[in-house]
Each structure stands twice: as C-alpha cells, then as structure tokens.
C-alpha cells in the first residue's frame, strides 16, 4: 500500500509514477502538486491535486477531461479502458449492459458529446464508493445534459476529482468508516416518509406524522444501542436527546445537533447531518471507553423547516423557553390542530416548560450541516467554517394599478402592475449585488386573474433580504421599499408592504469559530470562512449561549431542500474528524 511517507520522500519522477492512474492519462498533474510536499495527511494529497487542476489552463482541463473514455463506449467494448477504469465501470455494472440499456447509454453518449464536444465524466462509484446503479448513471445523463456548457464543464471537473479521491483511497487502503456509518444512517433513516411521497420514492417527514414518530424511534434506538449514550429520551415536543456523561456527571455539556424534519420532496441530509455527526463522535469514545471532562448532549429537533404548522423552530425554540402555547391551537391543512397532533403522538402537554435549559449549565452548541449552496463544491473544498448565520426580513406585498385593454391602451398612458413590479425586481437584485454577503430575492410574483390581453391591474410579490449583519439587512430593505414608493409614483400605483417574519443575525462567538477553523487545520484542510445565508437551530441556541457553525460540502453544485441533495462518504469522515478534533481542543482547553 502507498504511503504519505514514502511519497513525501520520493523524488519528482518517482512521485509521478507512484500516481499513476489516479488522473486518467495525466502525469502532469501529480508533477506538479509534487512541489507542494511534505503532504501530512491524505486529505491534503487529494486537495493539492485538486488545486493544480483548478488553476490549469482551461486548455489542460479540456485535455483532461477528453482523457477519459465515454461510459459503456468502445474502449470498453475494445477492452483498452485502464485498469482503474474497467474497476469502476465494472462496479456500476456497465461492463454487462443489457441490449437496450447499451442503446440508451451509446445515444446519451452521441447527444452529449454533439453538445458538449467531450465525454460524459461521472463518478460512476458514487458518493458511497459501491458504484451506482445504471438507472441512477441513466438519469444522471439525461438531466445533466440540460445543463449549460460552463456548468457541465465545471461539474466534470468536479466528477474527476471524485474518481480521484477514490483511485487514491485504494491506492492508500483508505476506508472512511466514520464517514461510512453516518452515510449509512442517513440512508435508513430516508426510508421513512409521509403518505403520497412515499409512494412515490420521495423524502418528505413533517412534524409528528407517523414517518417523523418513527424517525425520532431510530435515532433514540441508535443513541442507546449502537452508540452508548448514557440517557436518551423523547422530550415533549418531540426531540430526540442523547446524553453522553463526562468523568464528572455534574460538569458543563456542549450542547450539539440539528433537525430531522425535512422539507416537502427534500434530502436526505438537510438537518440530519447534524445528529449523526456526534452520534459517531460519541459511538467512538464510547468504544474506547473514553469520559471527556464535561458531558455530550446530542439533541435531534423535532421540528425546524415549518411544513405542517406555521410556527417553526418548534424544537430548539422549546429548549431556549420560546416555545408558545397560542400555538398548539394552529391546524394543519387537514385540520388537526397542534394539541391534537402531540397527544396522538404520546406528547405530554404540561411537560413543555421543563425543555427548557439553563444556559449556566452549557459551554456552548456546534452544528454540522450541509452548506444548501454551491460555495464550496466550486471551490474543491470539503470543510468550511460559518462566520455568521444571515440575518433575514420577509415581506408580502402587492401593487395596485389599473387593469385594461392590452389593445387599446397606448403604451404612455398604461398603469401596469406587472411592469412595475418587474423594475423592482432588477432593483433588488442590483441593490443586492453591491455589497458582500448581502442577497435580497423576489421569490414570488402573481398576477391575480391574469389574462394574455389585459394590462395587469395587480401584482403580488415576495421580498427576501439577508445579510450578516442586522445592519446591512435593515439597510438594504429601507433602500428597496424607497424605490418601490418612487416606482409607485412614477406609474401612478399604489402598493402595499407587510412584514412577515424577522430574525436576527447569528454571528459566530469568536472562541467557538476558532475551534472549528483548528479542528480543520489539524485535516491538514486550509481555513475556508463563509456566512450561512439559510437559516438554522443554531439561530435558537444563539439567544441563551454561545454558537458556530461547520458546513459540509454538497454535491451537485450543493443544492438542498431537493432530492438532489448528496455528500460523499470521504467528506463526511472529515466532518466527523474535524468534530472529533473540536472535543479534543475543548477537553485540553478545561483541563
């Protein structure tokens, strides 16, 4: 098996045949990331090699990506694919293709290239590294070829890199067995999902429908058997918390996890990153039959993204003492009300106020999460360290003009709802644009009643505006309700603006952020900072005590709240390193 030392000490020639294969006929590569020794962990061998890609001439990439052969084509069919490339085609089962599924690649093959002008790259292992299932590498095919040229450039860089990580772990006899557990409990615990989206193969899981009863059975269940947790319950509204006692069962916890409630036909990692991360963090003192100096609370919040019931944050709000009564008479869009919907569950009411914790009793909350947005995929970077979570203002609005004759009505003389509404958004996003870690989106436009020959009379609109700072926020939305009033005036509209929810901004405490930005030097990983611009518990937890934040990187230009959503098992072993780093600084920093 290769090693980091042997390679540290081989000279450029030697260095290069000893990566041999990890980059599809391209020595180049690995000759150029050999003056970036001594390497102190795979990680970074990996990253390096990705760096020296991502700074080539686009000519280099080109070239690179043209190395490789086409999936199922005819260097198979020739048998001239290399040795790495007949495993991993092997392993997706593309070397036994049926006759029609042999026909639908070969045309998937000849319409891309005829796009593109190179061959479909897809790392046709998979996330996991067991290979994917040819109707998965089907469907990949087909969606990506609606993608634009750059993008599907970039996406190929991205699926070589992944067959690289691969290539090298065996090169290494590298298995990412923490990764592997926690990519493993995400996807059983997927199995769950309401009725009409299970039926349909889709991930949906809303508060306390029997899928989320269940989900919350198997974190429990995992907690106290595989795991070791030392006290594990179901709370009253419907968290799931673990405890892991310290040598001192009287001593300060860190407070950790995230939610396991999704979104409507959403993923599989959204929230529930952020359990199964500490799970295996505590799965491993536990085995080692290790005590830290202060206890492990793991916390799965019942509720978060607000599908069911208007309130949101029901689970960590609960444990800061927000959570309020008015809201158990809320029904859900078949009727059942909050109330009804705990005590079918089991839920004990009058038990609510006792979630709450006193801060004194906590050093601090971390979360892991899935970063939902393409940063650090474009970036080739595993790991990143929030600096805040965004701040957020919504508003509903609608603008009023007058509806008429789409005929008759000359162009100088129209009041027009839609147009109006038009020159706001472009504002927004001008506005926006302008300023750094500033967004500001109309996600949302309706013309009531409208009709393919009738000017728009009325316009109704959304306005989403976040940034890191409650500032800049507050800045950016008096800006734009400005120039809607001014555009109002110009047209002869008039409008109307409601706020519909605030929230603060969360910067990360110092101390906290800095244990994240080691946990990721000691992986041998640069510092990558970056703000949360959606929302999370650590928002919450943020209010009673100090927070910060790790994102993992997604797949798939890093989309979330869609089924798309995917991470890799070598990422997640990082992730759960890096948390296991973080245990270790806070243990020497009480000790």
């Known amino acids: 098996m290769l090693t980091l030392e042997l390679l540290n000490a081989a000279n450029q020639a030697d260095f290069t045949a000893l990566l041999d294969g990890v980059y599809e006929h391209s020595p180049w590569i690995a000759g150029q990331a050999w003056s970036q020794r001594p390497f102190k962990s795979l990680a970074q061998l990996k990253l390096a090699l990705a760096e020296v890609v991502r700074t080539a001439p686009q000519e280099a990439q080109l070239g690179l990506i043209r190395a490789h052969p086409e999936l199922a084509g005819k260097a198979m069919v020739a048998k001239s694919l290399t040795a790495e490339s007949t495993n991993e085609q092997s392993k997706a089962g593309l070397t036994n293709c049926t006759p029609t599924e042999f026909e639908t690649i070969q045309r998937l093959n000849a319409a891309y290239n005829a796009k593109f002008g190179f061959p479909f790259i897809l790392a046709v292992r998979g996330p996991r590294g067991l290979g994917l299932t040819k109707s998965e590498i089907i469907a990949t095919f087909e969606r990506r070829l609606g993608n634009q040229p750059d993008f599907e450039f970039a996406e190929s860089l991205r699926n070589i890199h992944r067959i690289a990580e691969i290539r090298l772990n065996d090169k290494f006899g590298h298995e990412p067995t923490l990764g592997n557990a926690v990519w493993d409990w995400a996807e059983e615990l997927a199995v769950d999902s309401d009725p009409g989206y299970f039926e349909r193969g889709e991930l949906c899981v809303t508060y306390l429908t029997d899928a989320h009863q269940s989900c919350a059975k198997r974190l429990a269940g995992w907690m106290a058997d595989d795991c070791g947790f030392d006290e594990v319950q179901i709370d009253a509204v419907g968290n799931v918390v673990g405890i892991y006692h310290g040598t001192d069962r009287q001593a300060k916890r860190l407070l950790t996890g995230s939610h396991y409630d999704t979104v409507r036909n959403g993923g599989k990692y959204d929230g529930r990153l952020g359990i199964l991360v500490p799970m295996a963090c505590v799965r491993e003192l536990h085995k080692q039959g290790r ?97 805040s979570i965004n701040g957020s203002v919504r508003y509903l609005g609608e603008i009023v003009g007058m509806a008429s004759h789409a005929g008759t009505t000359p162009m100088g003389m129209r009041r027009d709802a839609a147009a109006a509404a038009a020159e706001l ?109 959606a929302g999370h518990d650590a928002m919450m937890l943020h209010q009673v005590m100090p927070q910060a934040m790790l994102f993992l990187r997604g797949l798939n230009a890093g989309i979330s709240h869609n089924p798309l959503e995917a991470i890799t098992n070598d990422d997640t072993e990082l992730c759960v390193r890096a948390f296991q780093n973080l245990l270790d600084q806070l243990a020497s920093d009480l000790t």
Request: glycine share 8%; hydrophobic share 45%; charged share 20%.
């Open 291 to 387: 005590r830290l100096p202060y206890g492990i609370e793991v916390v799965g919040f019942s509720e978060e993204e607000g599908q069911r019931y208007k309130a949101v944050f029901l689970g960590s709000g609960a444990l800061t003492g927000q959570f309020n009564a008015q809201w158990l008479d809320q029904a859900d869009a078949d009727g059942v009300t909050m109330r009804e919907a705990m005590a079918q569950a089991g839920l004990d009411i009058n038990e609510l106020a006792k979630i709450k914790r006193d801060p004194a009793r906590y050093l601090g909350f971390v979360e892991t999460h899935i970063e939902q947005g393409p940063v650090l995929n474009a970036l080739d970077l595993p790991l990143g360290v929030v600096t």
């Open 425 to 533: 958004t472009l504002h927004v996003e001008r506005r926006a644009a302008a300023v750094p870690d500033l967004v500001a989106t109309v996600g949302m436009l309706e013309v009531p009643n409208g009709s393919i020959n009738v000017v728009p009379g009325r316009c109704r609109f959304s306005l989403d505006v976040r940034a890191t700072t409650n500032e800049v926020r507050d800045a950016c939305a008096q800006d734009i309700q400005a120039e809607l009033r001014a555009i109002c005036d110009r047209r002869g509209l008039h409008f109307t603006l409601e706020e519909t929810m605030r929230a603060a901004a969360a910067p990360s405490a110092p101390a906290w952020q800095q244990r994240w930005e080691h946990a990721v030097q000691a992986l041998g990983l640069p510092v990558f900072r970056l703000p949360s611009g």
